[in-house]
Nanobody, 120 residues
Framework: VQLQASGGGLVQAGGSLRLSCAPS????????MSWYRQAPGKQRALVAL???????NYADSVKGRFTISRDNAKNTMFLQMNSLKPEDTAVYYC???????????????WGQGTQVTVSS
């Protein structure tokens, strides 16, 4: 199973982007899903997470600007990013805890990362 992230790009400050993340094949279930980001020279940090029943949590730096959501029927997660700032520039990674088949254990999966660049 691979997680495929998409939707990154170049945007001016104040603009918006929407990231998507989904597994590359049909899977049994997904538990928690989240977005992380890593800026140059910095450690990867949690941006937002969403549980299987829709509970969410956000980093203080993105509260009120970013919204995480998921479509459980399509096993897809989204990150709507509004009022983007230059300091949001980073590679964004999706992460999910996936049970691939009915008989498998849950495992952790990372997406390949998608670049978000916000110009001032």
């Amino acid at each position: 199973v691979q997680l495929q992230a998409s939707g990154g790009g170049l945007v001016q400050a104040g603009g918006s982007l929407r990231l998507s993340c989904a597994p590359s094949e049909i899977i049994f279930s997904i538990n928690v899903m989240s977005w992380y980001r890593q800026a140059p020279g910095k450690q990867r940090a949690l941006v937002a997470l969403i549980t299987s029943n829709g509970n969410t949590n956000y980093a203080d730096s993105v509260k009120g600007r970013f919204t995480i959501s998921r479509d459980n029927a399509k096993n897809t997660m989204f990150l709507q990013m509004n009022s983007l700032k230059p300091e949001d520039t980073a590679v964004y990674y999706c992460y999910a805890v996936i049970k691939a088949t009915r008989y498998s254990y849950e495992n952790n999966y990372w997406g390949q990362g998608t670049q978000v660049t916000v110009s001032s």
